[in-house]
């Protein structure tokens, strides 16, 4: 009898100290640690991959709140298109985006190479616009890399936008990355009024949801004075990416089979640019985004209509590229507000 008692208060004190024992943390298990890394970058990849596709889109901005008492916000603009978005690489940990806007007039469709977004796993650096026509690579400490994603948007030329770094996450049920706050030019819709403030301050969100996607910018319009960044007005914009083929997807497709060697001729020579710079200065303006990008863009249509072969397109390319890479921006370019397209 001694013996069964003292083997059943062994049992029961080992499972009262089992009971009351925290289990181990993830991290006291390396293997979970991994696995679970592991899935959500997986995930994360899912979530980029398919923002790929045919779609209808909207762009719906809205300036809504006023910081001073001497400017009034502009009134809403809605607007939209076509574009198909193609996975133009895939490493792993790289992926890369790019989009093309598909529109038709009087019966004629044609193809506008729009922008491209890349994004890259655990960055060590992030092109990020610095400035009145300069973009300058920032080191992501060490802290910030795990399990973060960095995004850079390009223009329709190929030259940069704004890039900044967040991280893919689950919150009630929906997926969604959110950047860091980033400087961006002014969007060809503000640039070309000529307005007051001459730059964004912005938070990027991107979320997968059914039948699409949806890209929100919470943006802040901004006036350098003196060297400080003066706040104006508060915008919101929400671009809603609606799968739908009933457009000539084919066309796309078609300009891209076309021109899509030109291009990657065009991206190595901005990106051998900013390898040798640490970044890039490039005159914009206005109406086309950079001084090049009107030139940039007909060589890809006259490639793609056969009136251009590639090998001289990417030859005045690549001397255009450098030429305008090589100069600091002029004075009267540096006061002009940079544009981009509406994205």
């Keep these: 009898m001694k013996t069964k008692l003292t083997t059943l208060w062994g049992t029961a004190l080992f499972a009262l100290a089992m009971a009351t024992s925290p289990a181990l943390a993830a991290g006291d298990q390396p293997h979970l640690v991994a ?22 889109v909207k762009f719906d901005m809205a300036e809504t709140t006023s910081w001073r008492d001497d400017y009034e916000p502009i009134k809403a603009k809605i607007s939209g298109g ?37 994004w890259v796993y655990e960055p060590a650096k992030v092109l990020v616009y610095a400035g009145a026509g300069k973009w300058v690579n920032r080191d992501v400490p060490e802290s910030e890399r795990q399990g973060s994603w960095s995004q850079t948007v390009w223009q329709v030329d190929d030259s940069p936008r704004y890039g900044g770094v967040g991280q893919w996450q689950t919150v009630n049920g929906v997926r969604s990355w959110t950047s860091d706050w980033t400087a961006r030019p ?23 949801m059914p039948g699409g996607w949806i890209h929100w910018q919470d943006n802040t319009k901004m006036k ?17 990416y609606t799968k739908f083929d009933g457009y ?80 600091q921006p002029s004075q009267a370019a540096a006061q002009t507000a940079p544009a981009s397209a509406d994205y």
Excluded at 35 to 52: K, W
Excluded at 191 to 200: C, E, F, K, L
Excluded at 227 to 239: D, F, I, M, R, T
Excluded at 294 to 317: C, K, N, P, Q
């Design 35 to 56: 696995t679970t890394a592991q899935v959500s970058f997986e995930q994360d990849r899912a979530d980029i991959l398919a923002m790929a596709g045919d779609y209808k």
């Design 82 to 118: 076509h574009e198909s978005v193609r996975v133009i690489k895939d490493t792993g940990r790289e992926i890369v985006l790019q989009h093309l806007l598909v529109a038709e007039h009087e019966g004629n469709t044609f193809i506008i190479k729009h922008w491209r977004q890349d």
């Design 186 to 208: 002014l969007a060809r819709r503000d640039a070309v009024r000529d307005p007051v403030y001459d730059h964004y301050q912005a938070i990027n969100r991107h979320q997968p």
């Design 224 to 240: 350098t004075v003196d060297g400080k960044a003066v706040p104006y007005v508060q915008e919101s914009v929400l671009n809603t």
């Design 248 to 327: 000539s997807v084919s066309a796309a497709d078609d300009y891209w089979a076309k021109t899509r060697g030109y291009w990657e001729q065009v991206r190595a020579e901005w990106d051998a640019a900013i390898a040798v710079h640490g970044g890039v200065t490039v005159e914009e303006e206005a109406q086309t985004g950079t001084v090049i990008s009107a030139r940039l863009l007909s060589m890809g249509t006259e490639i793609a209509d056969g009136t251009l072969t590639e090998t001289a397109a990417v030859d005045e390319a690549r001397a255009l590229i450098r030429d305008a890479t090589s100069k």
